[in-house]
T-cell receptor
Framework: DAKTTQPPSMDCAEGRAANLPCNHS???????VYWYRQIHSQGPQYIIH???NNETNEMASLIITEDRKSSTLILPHATLRDTAVYYC???????????????FGKGTKLSVKP | KAGVTQTPRYLIKTRGQQVTLSCSPI?????VSWYQQTPGQGLQFLFE???????NKGNFPGRFSGRQFSNSRSEMNVSTLELGDSALYLC???????????FGPGTRLTVL
C-alpha cells in the first residue's frame, strides 16, 4: 500500500502557484520523497525528489517539513499543460542498477483553469 | 535522444487469448519495469528486469510473465486473457546510479 496521503483533487488558476500537499507520517529515515505526474493517457513523468532539504529544479520546488512527515510540491506558475494527476511516493532510492518498484497511491488531480 | 517506446500502442483481444507487449528502453538503460493501470486499482507494479534477470515481482498471477533481452528490450506476456486484464500497460526504464524512472506512453489493451 502507498505510504502517502494526498487530497483527491485541487484547482488552480492559470499563472498562479499550485501547492500540492502530501502527508507521509510513517516515513523512514532513509526514505526519499518523490513526485511524479501523469497527464491524461500518457505515462507518468518524474518531477523531483528529496530527502530533507528543500529542492528546486526547472519544473518545480519541493518543500519537506523539518520532521519529514509532510511535504509540498510547488509549481510556481501553473499553466493549462500542468493539468494532471500528481503522485507523491516515498521510497528508498536504488542506485545500484535495479530500480525497484514505485508504489503509486491515488494521487491528486490538479485542474489548472484559465 | 529517443524515449521509451512501447508497441503496439493499442490492442484488442478476446478472452482466452494471449498477448505479448514490447518495450524498448532508452539507450543505455538496463533496468525495465512494467506497470498495469486500471481505473479501479490505479498504477500497480508488475515486475522489473535488470540485466536479463527478474529482480522484483508484484502481486499478479502467473499468467503475467516477462523477459528481457541482451539489448535490454523487454517483453511482457499475458496468457489466457480475462476481461479484467483490460488496462494501460506501462513500461519504465532507468539508468544505473540515477533513480529517476522514465515511462513510455503505454499499450492500451482491451479484452472483449
Amino acid at each position: 500500500d502507498a505510504k502517502t496521503t494526498q487530497p483527491p483533487s485541487m484547482d488552480c488558476a492559470e499563472g498562479r502557484a499550485a501547492n500540492l500537499p502530501c502527508n507521509h507520517s510513517t516515513i523512514s529515515g532513509n526514505e526519499y520523497v518523490y513526485w511524479y505526474r501523469q497527464i491524461h493517457s500518457q505515462g507518468p513523468q518524474y518531477i523531483i525528489h528529496g530527502l530533507k532539504n528543500n529542492e528546486t529544479n526547472e519544473m518545480a520546488s519541493l518543500i519537506i517539513t523539518e520532521d519529514r512527515k509532510s511535504s509540498t510540491l510547488i509549481l510556481p506558475h501553473a499553466t493549462l499543460r500542468d493539468t494532471a494527476v500528481y503522485y507523491c511516493i516515498v521510497r528508498v532510492p536504488n542506485y545500484g542498477g535495479s530500480q525497484g518498484n514505485l508504489i503509486f497511491g491515488k494521487g491528486t488531480k490538479l485542474s489548472v483553469k484559465p | 535522444k529517443a524515449g521509451v517506446t512501447q508497441t503496439p500502442r493499442y490492442l484488442i483481444k478476446t478472452r482466452g487469448q494471449q498477448v505479448t507487449l514490447s518495450c524498448s528502453p532508452i539507450s543505455g538503460h538496463r533496468s525495465v519495469s512494467w506497470y498495469q493501470q486500471t481505473p479501479g486499482q490505479g498504477l500497480q507494479f508488475l515486475f522489473e528486469y535488470f540485466s536479463e534477470t527478474q529482480r522484483n515481482k508484484g502481486n499478479f498471477p502467473g499468467r503475467f510473465s516477462g523477459r528481457q533481452f541482451s539489448n535490454s528490450r523487454s517483453e511482457m506476456n499475458v496468457s489466457t486473457l480475462e476481461l479484467g486484464d483490460s488496462a494501460l500497460y506501462l513500461c519504465a526504464s532507468s539508468l544505473a546510479r540515477v533513480d529517476e524512472q522514465f515511462f513510455g506512453p503505454g499499450t492500451r489493451l482491451t479484452v472483449l
